[in-house]
């Protein structure tokens, strides 16, 4: 490392995708005078935006409420292209000037917390050379997934397959599927997005493999309730009855479901009946949990139903046996046929970005780490980072963050305080992972992430007016927050 002293930031915030731009935006507001930069490891603005770019990638969450608060969407599209949600990050970093705090291609390796210096020293790569930088605050806006590498099962036989295998994380720009035949193993929201894609793409016929059912719902793409308000209001009028209402939609029907399960799984099988027509065999849409048990797959405009019910796509509910040559041997003896085969898995989780954080060298322990309202980690000051609600849009949770890390650090600033660390009382742990659903990912990364408490604020709601509410009527003030100068 040079010997020279490293430069000083009050906040550096890691990852400059719909987060950590959003999150700059709101310090800013609250501290125009802050020293800040956002450190990306890859070469662009826009994080999952930028890096997915697989047939049909979109949005599986309305864009009234995926898009910023301080800047709306405006697009014609509820459900939007990836594409189009890049370019609006990108749009925003530039007009709000935070694109001029953005520096790209460092990837922070490693963070360690000095009680005795009250900074963080972290070290990072610029195009493979290290350097170091220090900050009193550090932030991180990485998401809960690793962008090297996506879940994949190593299955039997893969080896032999003589077609092309790929991961959606890792599209090859090149790919033509025309008149070719596709599985997609999977069945969540990359899987249901591709399905329609391909077809659209020429293939010559889409199988959707899955080893069980998953609750997929359509949505339109263009919300004509959104169009009248925005015919009847001013601009931004309409952008905030816009984005209430939809809060106001996901928030009854996420809580209907959980306390109607049966009628909410009724309704949903009734409304796919309408869109498949006779003949469909519904037993590969009905999964075996309740309704949010795990995340809800969005479709918009029926896309996925349209091409089941004319043939183009089907979906086979089975378990792989082993790759063959020619595609995939079953469990039930079936043989599935494949030129091209999509591992559409899932994710590999990997918090903030696979940064070594260490308090006093002494590494952290994730799993060891209870959350404080969803957005610090006990025992480890100066520390805050960004994950979004898994029953609704993700900015939704990050925004709130960040105007709660924006507060948190006025309130330091005035107080002339220099760390300020969570710490929770003894017995308040839960076996409760940072994330309340069944799917496999979190089942996977159980040992790897946070863990809740058993009551507020160390427990994390799933409930963003309860949430919205709970930080406008809150002060920051000690208690579990411990200050110190």
Known sequence: MPEHSPEHLDVLIVGAGLSGIGAAVRLREKDAGLTLAIFEGRDAIGGTWDLFRYPGVRSDSDMATLGYPFRAWRGDRAIAEGG???????????????????????????????????????????????ARVTCAFLYGCTGYYDYAQGHAPDWPGRGEFAGTLVHPQFWPETLDVTGKR??????????VTLVPALVRRGAAHVTMLQRSPTYIVSMPSRSAVDARLRRLLPARAADAAIRWKSIAVSSFFYTLARQRPAAVRRGIADEQRKLLGEGFEMAHLTPRYDPWDERLCLVPDADLFAVLKDRRAAIVTDRIARFTRDGLALESGVDLPADVIVTATGLRVQMMGGIALSVDDVPVVMAERLVFRGAMLDGVPNF?????YTNASWTL?????????GRLLRHMRRGSFRSVEAIAMPGEASDDPLFGLQSGYVRRAAGAMPRQGKRSPWRVRQNYLLDWLDFHASRVRPGPLRFGK
């Open 397 to 405: 949770k990050s925004d709130l963050t960040a105007r709660f890390v």
């Open 384 to 388: 805050a980072f960004s994950v979004g």
């Open 84 to 130: 189009a949600i890049r370019d609006y990050i990108v749009d925003t970093a530039r007009e709000t000037g935070v694109a001029a705090l953005v520096r790209l291609r460092h990837r922070v390796l490693r963070a360690d917390w000095s009680h005795q210096d009250a900074r963080w020293t972290v070290d990072y790569e610029v195009d493979g050379v290290a």
């Open 182 to 191: 596709v599985v997609v193993i999977g069945s969540g929201a990359t899987a």
